[in-house]
């Protein structure tokens, strides 16, 4: 796939997430918080174009090469933080951002349609990143401060030294990542080959989208998302109970059809309402819609644009 096509496909699941009503408890269209607007995450997503394209255009020069560490993904996403942060003054795409880097070097390697094939590549990729990749990570994250970290015994991402200590011990990307699994979605995402994006998110969107409209099947992809996964910015914010809670209560929307009936759709707002008022974001689950919309957007246009 051609750069530049990836880079727009990227930005529009970025645009088009932020942009699904009524996604329950986060920023869209009708919905700010109080220190991130629904325009600061429309400014967020068109502002990674230029990085998107990069890291399509650093994966086209390793298509079919064995060695993708030169990709040097934790760069790309440490630079995608920094120009986002020119814009904006907030974290709103630290998770899109770590979720789409790969996404788009993997997409200029594999040909259009060929979602399998760009599902390895995802894999391949992650698990040939390096140690500075896993620096450049933790500087993205010193920039964007996202919420809930908490402290960890090991490579605390809040500890200067863990860097060092990557460093001279070798510890990749992935292996921090994989080290931080088990609380926290996106980490989990990223070394096991992005299930909820290709088995939940995906499906999800793309029935979805050949039914009906383009904001019912994102709104549908995020509750189905979230029915599925109790959300891991809930759980490390609010608590594990909280979070299964809030997946359970999803799940009872999901089973009321959701966005296709009234009855769902009224539950939707229902719960939109109420966690907005409890300050509760499934904000995880946002950026795995993200991710799940750029697999939907390379799947529909892949063969009608050039």
Known sequence: MKPSFVAKIAQLAAALEVSGYPKPGNVHRTQNFDDMSFEDFII???????????????????????????????????????????????????????????????????????????????????????????????????????????????????????????????????????????????????????????????????????ETDMNTAIVQTFITILSNFPDTLIQRQHGKKIAEKVTNEAREVLDKGGMLTEQGLKALKSLDRKLQKKGINPGTTADLTASSIMVGLIDYYGDKIR
């Open 44 to 210: 967020s997503a068109i502002v990674i174009g230029d990085t998107m394209k990069e890291a399509a255009e650093r994966g086209a020069t390793l298509k079919g090469e064995l060695d993708f560490s030169p990709l040097r993904i934790g760069n790309l996403m440490l630079k995608a933080v920094k120009e986002t942060q020119k814009w904006v003054s907030t974290n709103t795409n630290l998770g899109i951002i770590m979720l789409l880097t790969p996404l788009a070097s993997a997409a200029a390697m594999v040909t259009e349609k060929d979602l399998q094939g760009l599902r390895e590549m995802v894999n391949k990729i992650m698990l040939q990143t390096t140690p500075q990749d896993a620096v450049d990570l933790y500087d993205a994250i010193a920039i964007a401060q996202p919420g809930g970290m908490g402290k960890k015994d090991q490579f605390d991402v809040n500890d200067e030294k863990s860097k060092d200590k990557i460093l001279k011990e070798k510890v990749t990307l992935f292996d921090v990542l994989k080290l931080s699994s088990s609380w926290d979605l996106i980490a989990r995402e990223l070394t096991s080959s992005m299930p909820i994006t290709f088995n939940i998110g995906f499906p999800a969107f793309k029935e979805t989208h050949q």
